[in-house]
């Protein structure tokens, strides 16, 4: 007779029934007793290859089986933990897409849409989570872009205050595209309110997709505040521009780009693109070491200055 009566088979069986797929798998594996290595052998045992990391991945969270491959196994894996047919399976809900994302019915660009190879931008975002994207609301942005005196790029300081609109979101995806493909990716520092999760770096065609994971899943209507910070360095990427892209709109967004004392560029000017819309652009005139432009109830779209120095 298990300790504790019928209240842990109790939530047992929401789990199955409710969710979330995570909870509830990993639950199954606890309830069977059975190791990943174990579970990993059974599913051998019956043709199916699903590693042992994999399965950490699947009960974690961090990823979830989306291949129609991976959904099979799971129908076996079912069997293993000996939980109802098709229980764990129901909680996957409709599947990701992955590589090229497919039109959608809800009036939102993909993700990949506002950047200038979106096959491989989807394809790497799809290596990480992005199910609670749509479900915060950027209400404030701030990036502070510095150039050095050289006219590199040295880094990027991003600050964000987000808001959930269900219970349950628990991390922020953040794609950084560098022109210049042949210069190393940057390093992720000073991270606050946040920490690092599933990254997938691509220096040949020169992406960093990086979860950044919240302290915790955040209730619906709670906020959040995080900041980070992408450190260059050498050989640095020439800095002649800098965008962020909206798949959503944000009520407020900042865009700082600040140049090395004494260096300015010949000509600045900024340029917004709502979707839908033809771009505009604005001749703007540098302060003292700096530019910076306001956006508000801004997006989907794109955001941004570029400039060009003296020959």
Same mark, same amino acid.
């Given at each position: 007779?298990?300790?504790?009566?019928?209240? /842990?088979?109790?939530?047992?069986?929401?789990? +199955?029934?409710?969710?979330?797929?995570?909870?509830? +798998?990993?639950?199954?594996?606890?309830?069977?007793?059975?190791?990943l290595?174990?579970?990993?052998?059974?599913?051998?045992?019956?043709?199916?290859?699903?590693?042992?990391?994999?399965?950490?991945?699947?009960?974690?969270?961090?990823?979830?089986?989306?291949?129609?491959?991976?959904?099979?196994?799971?129908?076996?894996?079912?069997?293993?933990?000996?939980?109802?047919?098709?229980?764990?399976?129901?909680?996957?809900?409709?599947?990701?897409?992955?590589?090229?994302?497919?039109?959608?019915?809800?009036?939102?660009?993909?993700?990949?849409?506002?950047?200038?190879?979106?096959?491989?931008?989807?394809?790497?975002?799809?290596?990480?989570?992005?199910?609670?994207?749509?479900?915060?609301?950027?209400?404030s942005?701030?990036?502070?872009?510095?150039?050095?005196?050289?006219?590199?790029?040295?880094?990027?300081?991003?600050?964000?205050?987000?808001?959930?609109?269900?219970?349950?979101?628990?991390?922020?995806?953040?794609?950084?595209?560098?022109?210049?493909?042949?210069? /190393?990716?940057?390093?992720?520092?000073?991270?606050?309110?946040?920490?690092?999760?599933?990254?997938?770096?691509?220096?040949?065609?020169?992406?960093?997709?990086?979860?950044?994971?919240?302290?915790?899943?955040?209730?619906?209507?709670?906020?959040?505040?995080?900041?980070?910070?992408l450190?260059?360095?050498?050989?640095?990427?020439?800095?002649?521009?800098?965008?962020?892209?909206?798949?959503?709109?944000?009520?407020?967004?900042?865009?700082?780009?600040?140049?090395?004392?004494?260096?300015? /560029?010949?000509?600045?000017?900024?340029?917004?693109?709502?979707?839908?819309?033809?771009?505009?652009?604005?001749?703007?005139?540098?302060g003292?070491?700096?530019?910076?432009?306001?956006?508000l109830?801004?997006?989907?779209?794109?955001?941004?200055?570029e400039?060009?120095?003296?020959?």
């Amino acid at each position: 007779m298990i300790s504790g009566g019928a209240e /842990p088979r109790s939530e047992f069986a929401r789990l +199955l029934r409710d969710g979330p797929f995570a909870d509830a +798998l990993r639950e199954a594996i606890r309830v069977r007793g059975l190791s990943l290595e174990r579970l990993r052998d059974h599913l051998r045992a019956r043709g199916v290859s699903i590693t042992a990391a994999t399965l950490s991945y699947w009960q974690s969270g961090r990823s979830r089986p989306e291949r129609r491959d991976s959904v099979l196994g799971l129908r076996h894996l079912e069997q293993v933990l000996e939980v109802p047919p098709g229980s764990l399976t129901a909680l996957l809900g409709p599947p990701r897409a992955r590589g090229r994302w497919p039109a959608r019915t809800d009036g939102l660009p993909e993700i990949g849409r506002y950047w200038p190879d979106r096959s491989r931008i989807d394809a790497a975002v799809s290596e990480v989570d992005t199910r609670w994207d749509e479900r915060l609301t950027r209400i404030s942005q701030h990036d502070v872009v510095s150039v050095g005196p050289g006219q590199e790029e040295l880094a990027f300081r991003s600050r964000q205050v987000l808001r959930a609109e269900a219970d349950g979101p628990d991390r922020w995806v953040m794609i950084v595209h560098i022109d210049e493909h042949d210069r /190393p990716l940057p390093a992720v520092t000073s991270l606050r309110g946040c920490r690092p999760g599933r990254s997938v770096h691509r220096p040949e065609d020169g992406l960093l997709v990086m979860e950044l994971l919240f302290e915790r899943p955040l209730a619906k209507g709670e906020t959040v505040i995080t900041e980070h910070t992408l450190v260059n360095c050498a050989p640095f990427p020439h800095a002649t521009n800098y965008e962020r892209k909206f798949r959503l709109p944000a009520r407020e967004y900042v865009l700082e780009v600040q140049f090395s004392p004494g260096l300015l /560029p010949a000509r600045c000017r900024r340029y917004s693109e709502q979707d839908g819309q033809p771009a505009e652009w604005t001749e703007v005139q540098p302060g003292s070491d700096s530019v910076h432009g306001v956006a508000l109830n801004f997006g989907p779209g794109r955001f941004g200055f570029e400039w060009d120095w003296d020959s």
